[in-house]
């Protein structure tokens, strides 16, 4: 499968790194804390909660969304 599985920033120590590649070569998706807040705070921005992806999100579950 091409594409990317996670996105570290440049400053990453050499443990981290070293332990991203082998969770991502386990099967997992990994961000930066940065880059996850970014991308959270986007989708919040965008209205996510009215996408009717996410039609099955209870009350509270979709309110983290908007």
């Known amino acids: 499968m091409a594409g990317a599985a996670g996105h570290l920033l440049k400053q990453v120590t050499g443990t981290e790194l070293t332990g991203t590649v082998r969770a991502v070569a386990g099967g997992e ?38």
């Open 29 to 66: 998706s990994l961000l930066a804390p940065g880059v996850a807040a970014t991308v959270l705070a986007r989708l919040r921005r965008r209205g996510g909660a009215q996408d009717p992806r996410y039609a099955s999100l209870s009350r509270r579950n979709a309110a983290s969304w908007s």
